[in-house]
């Protein structure tokens, strides 16, 4: 199996499923993906938490425990690694990386705005240093609060990340074609963004994107499509189709007795 590293280096970029509990990670898995990150958002959204605010800091450690067991790859969406201490940060990823999550999403703002760039690199270098083997997905976060939302400004801040010794760059809110282009021809890290509605995957890579991340999109078309099966209900339509419940049942036999792909 190819090591988290060379998944970003393959002939097309990383299509990254985001789970927010184990289930949706063992259907990500039979569905045959090499890697499953988590998503703050669906972790706290379904805790009854808004997004941010380090809420998500107890059930995200305890979701990486659950899901050592799939024979996958699994990075975790960690926020601004829920302290302003990067030694706290790095401890918080070492127990992480203890429990086998090959990889870290690390944003560099806090409440909605930026961090000082140099603030945010003293995070990413006490993790590097406490977690040699950890991939580190530095999220710039310029265009998706929009502050300071130019190419240049995201690549100074790669630039910074890069020497601190981040593994790859995570831009979202990154939408415009040009700007994607620019972004990837101007840093040597592998750039990840979130997936794009009109650009397919391969387009993405085309522009030279080597890491796709779902984000919250499942969690949120789950909803949707929950409410829409009741509403079926509800509004005398026929019942949609879904996996049957025994299939189901099936795989979370089969990751409790440890032979789940």
Not at 50 to 59: E, F, I, Q, R
Not at 118 to 134: E, W
Not at 209 to 237: E, F, H, I, K, T
Request: charged letters at 15%; proline letters at 5%; aromatic letters at 6%.
């Amino acid at each position: 199996m190819a090591t988290f590293r060379e998944l970003h280096h393959g002939t097309t970029p990383l299509l990254l499923p985001n789970a927010w509990d184990v289930g949706t990670a063992i259907a990500f898995v039979a569905a045959g993906y090499p890697a499953v990150g988590t998503t703050s958002f669906g972790i706290c959204a379904s805790a009854g938490q808004p997004d941010g605010g380090h809420s998500g800091k107890a059930a995200t450690m305890a979701l990486a425990a659950q899901l050592g067991p799939l024979h996958v790859h699994v990075t975790t969406d960690i926020e601004d690694g829920y302290s302003a201490d990067p030694a706290e940060v790095a401890d918080y990823v070492a127990e992480l990386a203890a429990l086998g999550v090959a990889g870290v999403n690390l944003e560099d703002s806090v409440d909605g705005h930026l961090v000082q760039a140099g603030t945010f690199a003293a995070k990413i270098a006490a993790v590097r240093s406490a977690n040699p083997g950890v991939f580190i997905n530095a999220r710039v976060d310029n265009f998706w609060f929009a502050e300071q939302a130019t190419v240049d400004a995201v690549l100074e801040r790669a630039r910074i990340y890069a020497d601190a010794g981040a593994d790859g760059i995570f831009v979202p809110g990154l939408a415009a074609a040009a700007d994607i282009g620019a972004v990837t021809a101007g840093t040597s890290l592998p750039v990840n963004v979130l997936a794009h509605p009109s650009l397919t995957v391969a387009e993405l890579g085309g522009l030279g994107v080597r890491r796709v991340s779902s984000g919250s999109l499942p969690y949120r078309r789950a909803v949707d499509s929950a409410v829409d099966a009741v509403n079926a209900l509800r509004d005398g339509r026929p019942a949609p189709a879904a996996t049957p419940y025994w299939d189901m049942q099936a795989q979370l036999v089969a990751f409790r007795s440890g032979t789940a792909g």
